[in-house]
């Protein structure tokens, strides 16, 4: 017999779950998982905590107690694609709607955003909310909920294979947006924001602080640029790419001194 060790070993793409009360029979939201239950369970409990407002956690609020509710699982989709699983969770709702049980889904199921979309009016209140809202720090290193944990081999190598290629393509929710149809089209961020990215970014915060590229990454760069032209010098970069521009960049050397060349000249007029 041969097999596919990857397809053999976790021929389980993800789960179908359902939530309700414990002590009654209608189901009140459907969602899907590739993770456990149990543990998407708990994800949905502390997004409800944290104040999600969507109609589903709205209802997740308003229990006495997290075992007031249960995450039922419906259906176990094997040996498929995340395709097949988005494909199950939305006929469980069709399903589930057609039989009258309320489910406070926003979509009718399947996967990613595009199940959703929102009216201008709708982004227009999320933006009022979120606006100025501070975002809670998670505390890094050993106090980090999940410091200390690991993920088994098996289960990063199964959503590797059942997550590859999801937001590739045509699948993106974003594939051939272009311009105005774009979301982030027409976004600017304050100097504030902008300062504020920058900064984290930054000296021993940046990711690459203190490293630097083995000789066979070197030697792979060198050769992906070989016999494209290159300013000569960075002054001569300054010169095509700010001067001529109208750019001034605060992290350009030259810029800098062009600009302190200005002032002096004007200095002296003024004396
Ligand atoms: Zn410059």
Redesign the pocket.
């Known amino acids: 017999m041969t097999m596919d060790p990857g397809r053999a070993v976790t021929p389980i793409v993800g789960v179908v779950y359902a939530a309700r009360l414990y002590e009654t029979g209608e189901y009140r939201y459907v969602g899907i998982t590739s993770n456990t239950v149990e543990f998407r369970r708990r994800q949905h409990l502390k997004a409800a905590r944290r104040g999600r407002k969507t109609p589903f956690y709205d209802w997740l609020r308003k229990m006495a107690s997290d075992e007031d509710v249960y995450f039922q699982p419906i259906e176990l989709v094997v040996n498929g694609s995340l395709e097949d699983l988005g494909e199950a969770e939305r006929r469980w709702i069709a399903k589930l709607r057609r039989k009258g049980h309320r489910l406070l889904n926003l979509t009718e199921g399947g996967l990613g955003p595009r199940g959703y979309v929102w009216t201008e009016e709708q982004r227009r209140a999320a933006g009022d909310r979120a606006r100025g809202r501070k975002k809670v720090n998670v505390p890094t290193g050993p106090d980090h909920p999940s410091w200390g944990r690991t993920h088994s081999d098996e289960l990063k190598a199964h959503w590797s294979r059942t997550r590859k290629g999801m937001n590739a393509g045509a699948d993106n929710p974003n594939f051939g947006k272009f311009g105005s149809e774009h979301p982030s089209f027409g976004h600017r961020m304050t100097d504030e924001a902008r300062q504020r990215l920058s900064e984290m970014r930054r000296g021993e915060n940046n990711p690459n602080y203190g490293k630097s590229a083995s000789a066979e990454t070197r030697a792979k760069m060198s050769a992906v640029r070989k016999g494209r032209p290159q300013p000569s010098s960075r002054r001569s970069a ?1 010169t095509r790419h ?1 001067t001529n521009k109208g750019v001034f ?1 605060d992290t ?1 050397r ?2 800098i001194d062009d600009m302190r060349a200005i002032h002096s000249e004007k200095n002296k007029e003024e004396e």
Do not use: D, P
Request: with cysteine; aromatic share 0%.
């Open positions: 300054h700010h960049k350009c030259h810029c």
